[in-house]
C-alpha cells in the first residue's frame, strides 16, 4: 500500500477477530515507531509489546476510554519519557504505527491519554515514564470501507500563503 493511500484510508478499528498477528507484522509496526523522527533525536519512547492475553484484558478493563483493548491479538504501550517534546515525539510514532498495521490489513486506534497510572503500575514501568497511549492491533472483525472519511473540505482547512487565501 502506498503511504498516501494508507493515511486517505485508515479509519479507527474498535472490534477485532480471534486472529493472532504474525510475529513478523509485529515487529514492523514496533521497527515503524521506533524510526521515527524525533525532535533532536531524542526518541523519548518507549514500546511495551503485550501478547499475553490475560494482560491483555487487564489493559482494557483499566482502559476506561476503550474498553475494546482486551479483544485485540496484541497491544502496544506507549510510555514516553519527561522532556518538552515527548507527547509530540510519541504521537509521531503512534501515527506511524497506526498506518503501517492499515498497510498490513490490521486496524488500531488510540486509546487513552496520559495519567494511566494503573496501567503504568501492571507494566512495571519506571517513575520516570508515563503511559500515554494504548495502542490495540488486530485484524479487524468487519469489514471497513476504506476512505469513507467524514472530513471538512480542503478549502475549508487549507490556505495559500496567509489565512483566509483559498488554497485551489
Given at each position: 500500500?502506498?503511504?498516501?493511500?494508507?493515511?486517505?484510508?485508515?479509519?479507527?478499528?474498535?472490534?477485532?477477530?480471534?486472529?493472532?498477528?504474525?510475529?513478523?507484522?509485529?515487529?514492523?509496526?514496533?521497527?515503524?515507531?521506533?524510526?521515527?523522527?524525533?525532535?533532536?533525536?531524542?526518541?523519548?519512547?518507549?514500546?511495551?509489546?503485550?501478547?499475553?492475553?490475560?494482560?491483555?484484558?487487564?489493559?482494557?478493563?483499566?482502559?476506561?476510554?476503550?474498553?475494546?483493548?482486551?479483544?485485540?491479538?496484541?497491544?502496544v504501550?506507549?510510555?514516553?519519557?519527561?522532556?518538552?517534546?515527548?507527547?509530540?515525539?510519541?504521537?509521531?510514532?503512534?501515527?506511524s504505527?497506526?498506518?503501517?498495521?492499515?498497510?498490513?490489513?490490521?486496524?488500531?486506534?488510540?486509546?487513552?491519554?496520559?495519567?494511566?497510572?494503573?496501567?503504568?503500575?501492571?507494566?512495571?514501568?519506571?517513575?520516570?515514564?508515563?503511559?500515554?497511549?494504548?495502542?490495540?492491533?488486530?485484524?479487524?472483525?468487519?469489514?471497513?470501507?476504506?476512505?469513507?472519511?467524514?472530513?471538512?473540505?480542503?478549502?475549508?482547512?487549507?490556505?495559500?500563503?496567509?489565512?483566509?487565501?483559498?488554497?485551489?
Open positions: 500500500m502506498q503511504v498516501f493511500d494508507a493515511v486517505r484510508t485508515v479509519l479507527a478499528v474498535r472490534n477485532y477477530q480471534d486472529k493472532p498477528v504474525p510475529p513478523d507484522i509485529v515487529r514492523r509496526i514496533v521497527e515503524a515507531g521506533r524510526l521515527t523522527a524525533s525532535s533532536m533525536n531524542a526518541q523519548p519512547w518507549h514500546f511495551i509489546v503485550v501478547e499475553n492475553r490475560d494482560t491483555i484484558r487487564e489493559l482494557g478493563r483499566l482502559a476506561q476510554t476503550g474498553p475494546y483493548v482486551a479483544q485485540a491479538a496484541v497491544a504501550v506507549v510510555a514516553i519519557e519527561e522532556t518538552r517534546f515527548a507527547v509530540s515525539d510519541a504521537s509521531r510514532a503512534i501515527q504505527m497506526i498506518l503501517t498495521a492499515w498497510s498490513e490489513g490490521l486496524g488500531s486506534n488510540w486509546v487513552g491519554f496520559l495519567g494511566l497510572a494503573e496501567i503504568k503500575s501492571l507494566l512495571r514501568l519506571p517513575d520516570d515514564l508515563d503511559v500515554l497511549a494504548i495502542l490495540p492491533f488486530g485484524y479487524p472483525a468487519q469489514a471497513h470501507g476504506q476512505g469513507k472519511k467524514q472530513r471538512k473540505s480542503l478549502s475549508e482547512v487549507a490556505h495559500r500563503g496567509r489565512f483566509g487565501q483559498p488554497f485551489e
